[in-house]
């Protein structure tokens, strides 16, 4: 690979950072929102040492062919635009996976319908020893996974720490209401499902929820918790 | 002249590649995105370019500092800064981990400059172990992954100090110089060509790394691990292969030992100590920095020190 082709693998993937990170709200897909002026940062330095080598003449210098590996990432964010991890990713069914950074005191919900994240949700059905949750009106944002069992359907959303790669799946799974279409984001009103005295264990099967209502909802701009 | 002429050659080829590329990348939008829609494939897409938007800042951190250290830092620095005695370096070494605030995608180019200018191949391989272990934002986000469980964050830290300072000593007794592939000097160079050549080279390499990290990520389903989590010690092989295999970075892969509930804390430690150290991404990472030779002896004895140390700290202190 000779200077100029180097220069401009360097550019073209600083460039695609830049565009993901500034134009557009794509880099929620793949990372936190705090990583968004690290990002920045690192895709303008690239751009400028690309930008910069533009400018020097040829000198033989033979650059490392695996330098075109480069390109790839920048062929998936235009090429397949990864969508956030979806119903894809979210279906397998054992064990749920328990959310992090869960509540230690639980507030009492006190408002007609009590907005919260699914994470939130789960803390509260599998850890609240006072059963804050018991009879109050939530609602839950997340996108509709469907169950083997027969009939049987979530609201899920996937909690990250970092970036997608460590995602974890978070669901509860929703009574009274068909499912619909897979993937579809939705936001779900209802009561909370308490399980049966002599039903599994806390923590290792989806808590549910009874709902009231089902409204369909753009993806948020923030795709995660 | 032949020279001249392959030179001139291979410009026009490697420029006109690109120009291909570029096409391609430009006509595809229109014509092959529609049927990239696979879930499958999507999800992979997703991991992949996820881990490599992640590490993006990490890996320019430590190709900028790496170039900072080489071109203008006298090596002598070095020789004052750390014990003459190899066998104190190495501790030494493997404690100033603590203070690079980075994933592991820093380190490698960061001890990689070290090596150039004169700092023992052990010390520095100490330091690229521990410090992407036992930074304070390794420290924190571990504490703040386990609520009230604070002995995880002070096994994970000691567990991994250890692993990094064992695994200097056994180079500094029976590693060999020829096996690490000696760093082109770009000295003369100056420092935005050593940053651009690092940035480059490494960067290949962190994208072979992402890509078999996604193809496992989305291949092996989490359900074969808790079949495993009742048996100790295949449970710890299997958090251990798991660390390896997600490649997570090492500011969030205690999050995920936290979520995974079915196994046991000596389990999720190991998982702790072992990722930072050793995951795919930093084989590939390591692999192209310091060559093959390097990387065959010095991952299957990072690793097995690391399951080694992980299961004693975590029989002692959890």
């Known amino acids: 690979m000779n200077r100029l082709t180097q220069s401009l693998v360097l550019v073209l993937l600083g460039g695609a950072v830049l565009r993901i990170t500034t134009v557009s709200d794509e880099y929620l897909n793949y990372v936190k929102p705090g990583f968004r002026y690290l990002l920045i940062a690192a895709a303008a330095t690239v751009l400028v040492v690309g930008a910069a080598g533009l400018f020097k003449k040829e000198d033989g210098h033979r650059g490392p062919w695996v330098a075109w590996l480069l390109t790839l990432p920048v062929f998936a964010i235009f090429l397949i635009a990864p969508p956030p991890l979806g119903s894809y990713a979210a279906r397998s069914e054992e064990a749920p996976a ?30 609240d020893p006072a059963r804050s949750l018991a009879g109050k009106q939530v609602k839950l944002t997340g996108f509709v996974v469907p169950s083997k069992k027969e009939g049987r359907w979530y609201v899920a959303r996937m ?67 | ?84 005695r190899a066998a104190l370096a190495v501790p030494v070494a493997g404690a100033a981990g603590a203070v690079l605030p980075g994933c592991e995608c820093a380190s490698v180019p960061v001890a990689s400059g070290l090596i150039s200018r004169g700092v023992t191949p052990a010390a520095a391989l100490a330091f690229l172990l521990s410090s992407p272990a036992i930074n304070p934002v390794v420290v924190v986000a571990t504490v703040v992954a386990f609520p009230g469980q604070p002995m995880m964050a002070v096994a994970r830290f000691t567990a991994s100090l250890v692993v990094a300072v064992l695994v200097g000593w056994v180079w500094l007794r029976f590693g060999k110089g020829e096996w690490l592939r000696a760093r082109r000097r770009h000295d003369h160079a100056g420092f935005a060509e050593a940053v651009r050549h690092d940035l480059l ?41 798991l660390a390896v295999v997600l490649s997570i970075c090492s500011e969030a892969d205690a999050f995920v030992a936290a979520s995974l509930t079915a196994f046991s804390p000596t389990a999720r430690l190991v998982f702790l100590v072992v990722g930072p150290m050793v995951d795919l991404k930093l084989i590939a990472l390591q692999t192209g920095t310091f060559g093959r030779r390097f990387a065959v002896r010095f991952v299957p004895l990072t690793f097995s020190l690391a399951v080694l140390v992980g299961v004693g700290a975590g029989t002692v202190l959890l």
Request: charged fraction near 10%.
């Open chain 1, 98 to 127: 328990r959310p992090v950074g869960a509540l230690t005191a639980y507030t009492p919900l006190t408002r007609p319908v009590n907005t919260m994240t699914i994470g939130e949700f789960l803390g509260r059905a599998w850890g």
């Open chain 2, 1 to 84: 002249m032949p020279p001249a002429d392959a030179e001139s050659k291979g410009r026009v080829s490697g420029s006109w590649v690109f120009v291909a590329l570029l096409c391609l990348l430009l006509l595809g939008q229109f014509f092959y995105a529609p049927y990239l829609t696979s879930p499958a494939l999507q999800t992979w897409a997703t991991v992949f370019v996820a881990i490599c938007v992640q590490a993006l800042p990490f890996l320019v951190f430590g190709v900028v500092l790496s170039a900072a250290i080489t071109t203008f830092v006298p090596a002598s620095f070095w020789t004052r800064a750390l014990p003459r």
């Open chain 1, 159 to 225: 909690q990250i720490a970092c970036c997608a790669a460590d995602a974890v799946p978070l669901k509860v799974a929703v009574l009274g209401f068909p499912s619909p279409a897979e993937n579809q984001w939705i936001e779900v009103t209802g009561t909370w499902v308490p399980p049966e005295a002599d039903g599994p264990e806390p923590g290792t099967v989806a808590p549910e929820i009874d709902a009231v209502h089902v409204a369909e909802i753009p993806r948020p701009v923030e795709p995660y918790e």
């Open chain 2, 201 to 241: 080279h490494a960067g290949g390499f962190l994208v072979v790394g992402g890509m078999a990290a996604a193809t496992m990520n989305v291949v092996v389903p989490r359900e074969w691990l808790n079949a495993l989590a009742g048996n100790f010690w295949l449970s710890v092989l299997a958090l251990a292969l």
